[in-house]
C-alpha cells in the first residue's frame, strides 16, 4: 500500500488534490516508513524555494510532518526559517512558516531589514507569530527607537506570553543599545514596575529582570545629588517582590536585589528588622506598591531578606544568602547584622544552604567585618565536623580570617580543628594549613597553649613521641607557627618542642606547601631547637644580622679617623664595597625568614642595615651611586616580604594591599631608570621583582585586577625578551614559568581566568630571591629644583586668564643619554600642565648640567591667589604609551624631585 501511495506522490509534488491526499495518507500514517516521509519532506522543503508555488499548502503538509513525525521537526523548522528570509516570501505565507518554527530555534542569517514588513508581523492577528518575532528580536537590524517602541507597546498585549517576551527584548535591548532619553528609560522602567503585580506568573518575573536592569540605567544617569535616592527606590521597589507567591520569581528578586551596588545603611538594616526604623518610616520613594499606589514606603523593604532565609525552598534561602553576601561590604553595621544571620543558616537542613552561608562568612571576614561572639562561636564550630567536606572546607576557610579576642575562644578553634582531624583523617594537610595562619595571628594564645601543654608534647620515658595521635600533631604545627608573631618580650616555645616537630617534617611540611618547602622549614626547627626559652627571638635576629656588626663597627672608626689620605680613602672605599657586598649576599639568606612569615625578625634586621650603611652615605663619591642603590634595594625587599606574608594570609582588606603594591611598583621603576650604568644581569633582577610584584596582585587581588595585572605582566616580559636579545641573560625557573602562563602556552583557557590564577599561584612556588652582583660604579640621577624669593608673604604677581611666567633653578646630576625631562606644573588636581625641557639649553656636561628658565603657566584661574606645585619628572621609555600629543608626556613619569609650592597673588591696580 505504501509502496502505490509513494508511486502516486512521485519525486516532484505537483500540489494536486490527488497528490495531496495521497502525501497526507503516508504522513498522518504511523507506519509509514522514514525514507518515505524523508523523500517526501525533502520534495515540499525543494517546492518551498519556487516563487511559484503555492506556499500555503506546502506549508500545511510540512507542518502534519512536524507534528506527526518530531523526528524531522528540527530540519522542517530550519527550512521554513531560511523560507522566511527568502525576498520572493510573500508576506500572507510568513506567519504559517513562522509556526513551523521551535521556539529555541536560532536565526542562522541576518533577518528583516524592511520595517513595514517587521511591524505588520508584530501587530498579525497570530499569537505564536507575534511571539515568535519578539523572541528574536535581537537579530533583527532595525533601529533602536523602533525596537523600543514596539517592544513598550506589547508589553500592552492582551496575551501573557507577549508580554513577557516583550518585556525580556526590553532586556535584551538594555545590554546591547545605549539609550540616552531619559523620559524613554523611566517610561520603561516604570511600565515594568506595573506589570509586578500582573496576574501570569511569567509576566511578573520577566518584569522583575526589566525593573532590575532599566532600574540600574536609571540610576547611572541621575546625578550624585538623586543618585542615592534611585538606588534606595530600585532596592525597594524589587524588595516588594520577594514576597511573592512564586518561588522563581521570589528568587529572581534577590538575585536582582544582589546586583544593586549602592544602598543607604538605613534601607539595609531595615530588611533585618520587622519594625519600622525611624529612620525610614517617614520616607516614601517613586514606584508601585499596589497595582493602584503609585508612592513606596521605604518600610516595605522591612523583613525581606528574613522573609527569604526562612522561605520553604532552599533555592530562596541560598539566593538570598547570596545577595546578603553581595550586599554586606556596604555597610559596616549591616554586616554585622548578616553574620548574625549567617549562624542561624548554619543549621539549615539543605547543603547548598549552608554552604553559600559559609561563604557569605568568609566574603565578609574578608573584608574584616566578621565578629563573633563567644554564644556563636560554638554553632559555627559546629560546621567543622559536618559530613559534607565542602561545609568543612568552607568553614576552614572563614575560620582563619577570623581574629578572637579571648584565650578561651581560641581554645576552642582549636580543639575543634583537632576534633575535625580525628573524624576526618582526609583533611588534615587543609588543618594544617589553618592552624598555622591562626597561630601567625595570635603568638600570645599559642605560646600559653603551648606551654601549658609543653609535657604532653614531650617524649615518652623510652624516648618515643606518639606521633600518630591527630592532637600531638596538631600542637606541633601550632607551635611552629608561633615564633612567626611573637613579639621579642614574650618567652618562646621550649625548644625541644621543635626537635620533636623534626621528627613529623614529612607529615607537617604537606600541610604548609603555601609557605614553605621540607628543606627550608628543617632549616627553620633545626635552628629553632637551639635557642634559650627566654631568647629565642634575639638569638634568631642576632644569628641573621650578626655576620656584619664587627664589620661595620670597623668602618665606622675608619671612616671617623680625618684627615684621611689618598691611599686611606682608596682603602676605605674598598672596605665599605666590601661591606656593601656582604649586604647584598646576607640579604638573600632573609628570604627562608619570610617565607616562614618571621617578618619580626626580617624587619629588624633590614631596619639595623639601613641604619649602619646610612653612616657612610655622604662619604666617598665614588661609592655614593652603589650605596643609595643598596639602600634603596633594601627598602624593596622590605616592601616585598610585607606583601609575601601578608598575601599568604589574606586577612586585609584588598585596599591595603593596593598601597602595598602601589610602593612597591614605584620603587622598582625608581631603580629601573634613576641609576645609569646597570648591566642586563642586575635589570633582569629587578625586572623579576617586578614580575613577582604583579603576579601576587594578580593572586590577591583575583578577578577584579587580573586583566590590568595580565597587561603588566606582558609589558615587563617583553623587557626580558629585549635583554635576552641583547646580551647573555639567564632566566629563572620563575620567569620561565610564568612565561608559558602568560602566552598561553600551558592550558590556560581550561576554566577562563580561575584557572589562570592557580597558573599564577603556582609558579610563584618557583621564586627565590637570588644574589645580585652590582656593577663597580653606579651613578643616580638626581634634581634639584629652586625657585628664589617665593612664598606665601612674597607671592609672584599675574592677572587672572593671562600666562605667568615661574623662574626656576634645575640642576640635573647624572642624566642618561637619550633621557626626556618634563615640568610638571599641578593646579590642585584636576590640572596639569607639562613643559618639555631640552637638554641641549642646559649648560655642563651629563654628569652636572644646569638650566635657568622661566616656566610658563597657562591656566591661571579667576581668584585672588592661588599656588601651584612644580615638579621635574622623567619619561619611562619602555613603559606605557599614553598620548601622541608633542606638548605632552608620551609615557608614564616618574617624579624626580619632591613638588615646590610656588604661590601667586593677583596684581593691584
Same mark, same amino acid.
Given at each position: 500500500m505504501e509502496q502505490r501511495l509513494l508511486a502516486d506522490v512521485g519525486r516532484n509534488p505537483n500540489l494536486s488534490p490527488k497528490w495531496t491526499d495521497a502525501a497526507l495518507s503516508l504522513i498522518t500514517n504511523p507506519y509509514t516508513s522514514d525514507q518515505t516521509l524523508f523523500s517526501i519532506s525533502e520534495s515540499l522543503i525543494l517546492q518551498l524555494q519556487d516563487a511559484d508555488s503555492?506556499?500555503?499548502?506546502?506549508?500545511?503538509?510540512?507542518?502534519?510532518?512536524?507534528?506527526?513525525?518530531?523526528?524531522?521537526?528540527?530540519?522542517?523548522?530550519?527550512?521554513?526559517?531560511?523560507?522566511?528570509?527568502? &525576498?520572493?516570501?510573500?508576506?500572507?505565507?510568513?506567519?504559517?512558516?513562522?509556526?513551523?518554527?521551535?521556539?529555541?530555534?536560532?536565526?542562522?542569517?541576518? +533577518?528583516?531589514?524592511?520595517?513595514?514588513?517587521?511591524?505588520?508581523?508584530?501587530?498579525?492577528?497570530?499569537?505564536?507569530?507575534?511571539?515568535?518575532?519578539?523572541?528574536?528580536?535581537?537579530?533583527?537590524?532595525?533601529?533602536?527607537?523602533?525596537?523600543?517602541?514596539?517592544?513598550?507597546?506589547?508589553?500592552?498585549?492582551?496575551?501573557?506570553?507577549?508580554?513577557?517576551?516583550?518585556?525580556?527584548?526590553?532586556?535584551?535591548?538594555?545590554?546591547?543599545?545605549?539609550?540616552?532619553?531619559?523620559?524613554?528609560?523611566?517610561?520603561c522602567y516604570f511600565r515594568a514596575a506595573e506589570l509586578l503585580f500582573d496576574a501570569?506568573?511569567?509576566?511578573?518575573?520577566?518584569?522583575?529582570?526589566?525593573?532590575?536592569?532599566?532600574?540600574?540605567?536609571?540610576?547611572?544617569?541621575? +546625578?550624585?545629588?538623586?543618585?542615592?535616592?534611585?538606588?534606595?527606590?530600585?532596592?525597594?521597589?524589587?524588595?516588594?517582590?520577594?514576597?511573592?507567591?512564586?518561588?522563581?520569581?521570589?528568587?529572581?528578586?534577590?538575585?536582582?536585589?544582589?546586583?544593586?551596588?549602592?544602598?543607604?545603611?538605613?534601607?539595609?538594616?531595615?530588611?533585618?528588622?520587622?519594625?519600622?526604623?525611624?529612620a525610614t518610616k517617614d520616607k516614601n520613594y517613586r514606584g508601585q506598591y499596589t497595582a493602584k499606589l503609585f508612592k513606596i514606603p521605604a518600610t516595605a523593604a522591612a523583613f525581606s531578606f528574613i522573609h527569604g532565609l526562612e522561605?520553604?525552598?532552599?533555592?530562596?534561602?541560598?539566593?538570598?544568602?547570596?545577595?546578603?553576601?553581595?550586599?554586606?561590604?556596604?555597610?559596616?553595621?549591616?554586616?554585622?547584622?548578616?553574620?548574625?544571620?549567617?549562624?542561624?543558616?548554619?543549621?539549615?537542613?539543605?547543603? !547548598?544552604?549552608?554552604?553559600?552561608?559559609?561563604?557569605?562568612?568568609?566574603?565578609?571576614?574578608?573584608?574584616?567585618h566578621f565578629t563573633v561572639e563567644a554564644s556563636q562561636l560554638q554553632m559555627f564550630l559546629g560546621t567543622l565536623i559536618d559530613n559534607n567536606a565542602l561545609i568543612r572546607s568552607a568553614a576552614r576557610k572563614s575560620l582563619q580570617l577570623i581574629k578572637l579576642q579571648k584565650l578561651a575562644m581560641f581554645k576552642s578553634c582549636i580543639d575543634s580543628l583537632i576534633k575535625n582531624m580525628e573524624l576526618y583523617p582526609e583533611d588534615e594537610a587543609d588543618?594544617?594549613?589553618?592552624?598555622?595562619?591562626?597561630?601567625?595571628?595570635?603568638?600570645?594564645?599559642?605560646?600559653?597553649?603551648?606551654?601549658?601543654?609543653?609535657?604532653?608534647?614531650?617524649?615518652?620515658?623510652?624516648?618515643?613521641?606518639?606521633?600518630?595521635?591527630?592532637?600531638?600533631?596538631?600542637?606541633?604545627?601550632?607551635?611552629?607557627?608561633? &615564633?612567626?608573631?611573637?613579639?621579642?618580650?614574650?618567652?618562646?616555645?621550649?625548644p625541644q618542642i621543635y626537635s620533636c616537630a623534626v621528627t613529623l617534617l614529612g607529615r607537617v611540611s604537606c600541610g604548609l606547601v603555601d609557605f614553605t618547602d621540607q628543606s627550608t622549614l628543617?632549616?627553620?626547627l633545626t635552628r629553632c631547637s637551639r635557642f634559650t626559652i627566654a631568647s629565642s627571638s634575639e638569638s634568631l635576629e642576632g644569628e641573621v644580622q650578626g655576620f656584619h656588626s664587627n664589620h661595620v663597627q670597623f668602618l665606622r672608626k675608619d671612616a671617623e679617623c680625618s684627615p684621611l689620605s689618598l691611599e686611606s680613602a682608596g682603602l676605605l672605599n674598598l672596605k665599605v664595597s666590601n661591606c656593601l657586598e656582604i649586604v647584598m649576599?646576607?640579604?638573600?639568606?632573609?628570604?627562608?625568614?619570610?617565607?616562614?612569615?618571621?617578618?619580626?625578625?626580617?624587619?629588624?634586621?633590614?631596619?639595623?642595615?639601613?641604619?649602619?650603611?646610612?653612616?657612610?652615605?655622604?662619604?666617598s663619591c665614588q661609592l655614593s651611586g652603589v650605596m643609595t642603590f643598596v639602600l634603596k634595594?633594601?627598602? !624593596?625587599?622590605?616592601?616585598?616580604?610585607?606583601?609575601?606574608?601578608?598575601?599568604?594570609?589574606?586577612?586585609?582588606?584588598?585596599? !591595603?594591599?593596593?598601597?602595598?603594591?602601589?610602593?612597591?611598583?614605584?620603587?622598582?621603576?625608581?631603580?629601573?631608570?634613576?641609576? !645609569?650604568?646597570?648591566?642586563?644581569?642586575?635589570?633582569?633582577?629587578?625586572?623579576?621583582?617586578?614580575?613577582?610584584?604583579?603576579?601576587?596582585?594578580?593572586?590577591?587581588?583575583?578577578?577584579?585586577?587580573?586583566d590590568d595585572c595580565m597587561k603588566k605582566l606582558n609589558r615587563v616580559l617583553f623587557h626580558v625578551e629585549c635583554l635576552q636579545k641583547e646580551g647573555s641573560v639567564e632566566l629563572s625557573d620563575f620567569v620561565i614559568e610564568l612565561?608559558?602562563?602568560?602566552?598561553?602556552?600551558?592550558?590556560?583557557?581550561?576554566?577562563?581566568?580561575?584557572?589562570?590564577?592557580?597558573?599564577?599561584?603556582?609558579?610563584?612556588?618557583?621564586?627565590?630571591?637570588?644574589?645580585?652582583v652590582l656593577a663597580k660604579e653606579l651613578k643616580y640621577l638626581d634634581v634639584k629644583l629652586d625657585i628664589s624669593d617665593n612664598d606665601f608673604q612674597n607671592p609672584y604677581p599675574f592677572i587672572p586668564g593671562m600666562p605667568v611666567g615661574i623662574p626656576l633653578d634645575i640642576t640635573l646630576s647624572n642624566i642618561s643619554n637619550g633621557s626626556r625631562f618634563w615640568l610638571v606644573i599641578n593646579l590642585g588636581e584636576k590640572c596639569t600642565q607639562f613643559v618639555f625641557m631640552d637638554l641641549d639649553e642646559f649648560e655642563g656636561c651629563n654628569k652636572l648640567r644646569k638650566l635657568t628658565l622661566v616656566a610658563p603657566f597657562y591656566r591661571t584661574p579667576k581668584v585672588k591667589h592661588f599656588s601651584l606645585k612644580v615638579s621635574v619628572a622623567m619619561e619611562c621609555l619602555f613603559e606605557d604609551h599614553y598620548s601622541g600629543h608633542s606638548n605632552k608626556p608620551k609615557h608614564e613619569l616618574i617624579h624626580l624631585c619632591k613638588g615646590k609650592e610656588v604661590h601667586l597673588s593677583m596684581t593691584v591696580k
Open positions: 503555492d506556499h500555503r499548502k506546502i506549508l500545511s503538509l510540512l507542518y502534519a510532518i512536524s507534528r506527526h513525525h518530531p523526528r524531522l521537526r528540527l530540519r522542517i523548522a530550519a527550512a521554513s526559517q531560511s523560507f522566511i528570509y527568502l &525576498p520572493s516570501t510573500p508576506t500572507s505565507s510568513l506567519p504559517h512558516a513562522i509556526s513551523l518554527i521551535e521556539p529555541g530555534h536560532s536565526a542562522p542569517i541576518a +533577518p528583516f531589514a524592511d520595517e513595514s514588513l517587521f511591524l505588520s508581523l508584530c501587530f498579525w492577528n497570530c499569537v505564536k507569530t507575534r511571539r515568535w518575532m519578539l523572541r528574536n528580536v535581537s537579530d533583527y537590524r532595525l533601529r533602536p527607537s523602533l525596537l523600543l517602541m514596539v517592544l513598550l507597546g506589547l508589553t500592552k498585549d492582551p496575551y501573557p506570553y507577549i508580554k513577557e517576551a516583550a518585556l525580556d527584548g526590553l532586556v535584551m535591548l538594555c545590554n546591547s543599545v545605549v539609550v540616552d532619553d531619559r523620559s524613554l528609560i523611566e517610561g501570569d506568573t511569567s509576566v511578573r518575573g520577566a518584569a522583575v529582570r526589566v525593573v532590575s536592569k532599566w532600574g540600574r540605567l536609571i540610576q547611572a544617569m541621575n +546625578p550624585d545629588t538623586t543618585h542615592g535616592d534611585w538606588s534606595d527606590a530600585l532596592f525597594v521597589q524589587l524588595c516588594i517582590m520577594v514576597r511573592d507567591t512564586d518561588m522563581e520569581i521570589r528568587v529572581a528578586a534577590f538575585e536582582a536585589l544582589g546586583t544593586i551596588q549602592n544602598v543607604s545603611e538605613d534601607i539595609l538594616l531595615q530588611t533585618l528588622s520587622k519594625k519600622p526604623l525611624a522561605d520553604e525552598f532552599y533555592q530562596v534561602r541560598r539566593s538570598a544568602c547570596c545577595a546578603l553576601q553581595k550586599l554586606a561590604v556596604l555597610s559596616a553595621k549591616f554586616s554585622g547584622g548578616v553574620v548574625d544571620r549567617m549562624m542561624d543558616m548554619l543549621n539549615d537542613d539543605a547543603v !547548598v544552604v549552608r554552604l553559600q552561608a559559609l561563604i557569605t562568612l568568609h566574603h565578609i571576614a574578608m573584608n574584616g588543618i594544617f594549613n589553618v592552624l598555622y595562619k591562626i597561630g601567625r595571628t595570635h603568638g600570645k594564645y599559642v605560646t600559653t597553649i603551648i606551654n601549658g601543654l609543653s609535657e604532653e608534647l614531650e617524649p615518652s620515658f623510652d624516648g618515643k613521641l606518639d606521633s600518630n595521635k591527630a592532637r600531638t600533631a596538631a600542637l606541633l604545627v601550632l607551635a611552629i607557627s608561633a &615564633p612567626v608573631s611573637l613579639e621579642r618580650q614574650i618567652c618562646s616555645i621550649p628543617l632549616s627553620h649576599q646576607k640579604t638573600v639568606d632573609l628570604w627562608s625568614l619570610v617565607q616562614l612569615g618571621c617578618m619580626n625578625e626580617v624587619l629588624q634586621t633590614l631596619r639595623s642595615w639601613k641604619e649602619e650603611l646610612k653612616f657612610f652615605s655622604c662619604g634595594y633594601l627598602h !624593596v625587599i622590605k616592601l616585598l616580604a610585607k606583601i609575601w606574608c601578608e598575601t599568604s594570609l589574606h586577612f586585609r582588606e584588598m585596599r !591595603v594591599y593596593d598601597a602595598l603594591f602601589g610602593k612597591m611598583e614605584k620603587r622598582l621603576k625608581e631603580i629601573l631608570y634613576r641609576f !645609569v650604568g646597570l648591566g642586563g644581569q642586575e635589570k633582569l633582577h629587578i625586572l623579576e621583582l617586578m614580575l613577582v610584584t604583579y603576579t601576587l596582585k594578580a593572586y590577591c587581588g583575583g578577578i577584579c585586577c587580573f612565561q608559558k602562563v602568560v602566552s598561553g602556552e600551558v592550558d590556560n583557557f581550561k576554566d577562563g581566568n580561575t584557572h589562570r590564577l592557580s597558573l599564577l599561584k603556582k609558579s610563584l612556588s618557583l621564586f627565590t630571591l637570588k644574589h645580585m
